[in-house]
């Protein structure tokens, strides 16, 4: 069964404390894994799509990293503005899509 | 502007009486979903469309229906709602239908009582 998993579920930093966010993932042929940012009384906001294990993307404080099995969103000296959920998910062989429950992460200053 | 948009944003409705919640694209995107948003649940795809007249189930389709007649639409209907119903619900497009990100539209917040 395909399945997402995120790790932990909350997270609280101190502004400039970097850390790391973890998406664990079974799938039947991954088309891609996903990133997304989730504000309060928002819809998700695109962040990254990696296809490959071994493959990388940063943008600004933030890097995403994938292995065969998981995910990890690096996050380099967050500021509060970093504060959000974020969301991991999968889409499969069948194009069917399937999302962790998230890492709700604080900055506070 | 390129978005997603779903009406209505807020619907508060009684148990079995029908509804529709709308969605529409306006960048020809092939890939339409419906998901749902629960605490603790995360997002679930209800059902996808990748193309006119080509929709299928996701993980959670029980009590919905959709249909795709015109490329920039992609309306979910509930026949009889029930209070299990009551959820965040987010419409989404895709360029393409595999390894595209989703636009997200900005959500209905549905209470059934």
């Known amino acids: 069964e395909d399945q997402v998993t995120q790790s932990p579920e909350a997270l609280r930093l101190q502004e400039g404390e970097s850390s790391s966010l973890n998406c664990s993932y079974t799938v039947s042929g991954l088309r891609g894994l996903f990133w997304y940012r989730q504000d309060p009384g928002k819809g998700p906001e695109f962040l990254f799509t990696?296809?490959?294990a071994g493959e990388e993307k940063e943008k600004e404080r933030l890097k995403a990293t994938l292995t065969k099995k998981e995910s990890f969103l690096h996050i380099t000296a967050p500021k509060p503005e970093d504060s959000a959920t974020y969301l991991c998910a999968v889409q499969n062989n069948f194009n069917k899509f399937y999302f962790g429950s998230g890492t709700k992460l604080n900055v506070k200053p | 502007e390129a978005q997603v948009t779903q009406n209505p944003r807020y619907l508060i409705t009684v148990t079995g009486k029908k509804l529709t919640v709308t969605c529409s694209q306006n960048?020809?995107?092939?890939?339409m979903s419906w998901y749902r948003q629960d605490p603790g649940l995360g997002l679930r795809q209800i059902y996808y469309s990748m193309n006119v007249e080509v929709t299928d189930k996701g993980d959670v389709p029980e009590g919905y229906k959709v249909s795709r007649k015109e490329k920039r639409n992609f309306p979910l209907i509930l026949e009889s709602p029930s209070p299990n119903q009551t959820s965040l619900y987010f419409c989404a497009s895709s360029l393409m239908t595999s390894g595209n990100e989703q636009f997200f539209g900005p959500g209905t917040r549905l209470t059934v009582l």
């Open positions: 990696l296809y490959s």
């Open positions: 960048m020809n995107h092939e890939y």
